[in-house]
């Protein structure tokens, strides 16, 4: 069974940095080029939106709301993915989730449907 894990959320000042982790178990990683794993927020009374995605081929993509703030990354040795945070705005608040796309799937990352796996979510607030 695929399970993931978030953990890291915390309460932060506004300019301030954070490292949230998403333990990966039991996901075909490298088994296609499309595989992903991403991570997605949802603050209150709004949808979900994506946030950042890491590629199987080590290719990323960020939500233009935290390009050059935001970085995706994955730890080999341990399958966790991070997602490290930094100049925290106060619009940055939400539950953050992580997801890992559907085997092969090559619906654009920002999509929900992409994903068939998905975390408990971990709360980042920043104020």
């Known amino acids: 069974d695929v399970q993931l894990v978030e953990s890291g959320g915390a309460s932060v000042q506004p300019g301030g940095s954070l490292t949230l982790s998403c333990s990966v178990s039991g996901y075909p990683w490298s088994d296609t080029n499309s595989n992903a794993i991403a991570w997605f927020r949802q603050a209150q009374g709004r949808e979900r939106e994506g946030v950042a995605c890491?590629?199987?081929?080590?290719?990323?993509d960020y939500a233009d709301s935290v390009k050059g703030r935001f970085t995706i990354s994955q730890d080999g040795a341990d399958n966790t993915v991070y997602l490290q945070m930094n100049d925290l705005k106060p619009e940055d608040t939400a539950m953050y989730y992580c997801?890992?796309?559907?085997?092969?799937?090559?619906?654009?990352?920002?999509?929900?449907?992409?994903?068939?796996?998905w975390g408990q979510g971990t709360q980042v607030t920043v104020s």
């Open positions: 890491l590629y199987t081929t080590g290719n990323t």
């Open positions: 997801a890992a796309s559907r085997l092969g799937s090559t619906i654009n990352w920002r999509q929900e449907r992409r994903y068939g796996y």
